[in-house]
């Protein structure tokens, strides 16, 4: 998929629209590639605009008002995967919200086997970003 910028928030609205809860979607792409206005996209979807920075875990925001709870994870500031450990990753993964993760493939042997992966490349021109993600029914 080429998406130009209103194109990728429109996606990324669509797919918050459609998500169910318990799912964990993986970001995939370079620095500026387009995660976190994609997952601002997603949080708009689900019926959320802002976040919440948690107090103890700077790697993490939560969106609580929409339809379902959103986790945004950002790891790309983290040394070790073992500190998702001690944010108990698991109790997001495996819960019952949505959870974000940017720059996933850090933290690959972490993901569910069924997390959606979406990679975001840049395109032909700067305003365009080649997407490798599930496309979505509605
Ligand atoms: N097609 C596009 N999709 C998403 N972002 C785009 C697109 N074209 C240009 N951009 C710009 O690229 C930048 C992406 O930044 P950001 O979402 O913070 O990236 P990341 O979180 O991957 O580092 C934004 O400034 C956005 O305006
Ligand atoms: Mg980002």
Redesign the pocket.
């Known amino acids: 998929m080429i998406?130009?910028?209103?194109?990728?928030?429109a996606y990324g609205r669509k797919l918050g629209r459609s998500l169910v809860p318990g799912t964990v979607i993986a970001?995939v792409?370079?620095?500026?590639?387009?995660?976190?206005?994609?997952?601002?996209a997603i949080a708009e979807g689900l019926g959320v605009t802002e976040c919440v920075t948690s107090p103890t875990f700077t790697i993490l925001c939560e969106y609580r008002t929409g339809r379902l709870p959103l986790f945004h994870f950002?790891v790309y500031r983290l040394d070790d995967p073992e500190e998702m450990e001690n944010i108990g990753y698991e109790d997001y993964f495996y819960g019952n919200g949505v959870t974000i993760v940017?720059w996933a493939d850090k933290i690959e042997e972490l993901l569910p086997k069924d997390a959606i992966v979406i990679r975001?490349d840049s395109?032909k021109n700067?305003?365009?970003?080649s997407l490798t993600a599930p496309s979505i029914a509605e």
């Open positions: 998406l130009n910028e209103d194109e990728m928030n970001l792409g370079d620095l500026g590639a387009g995660k976190t206005t994609l997952s601002k950002d940017e975001i395109g700067p305003w365009e970003r």
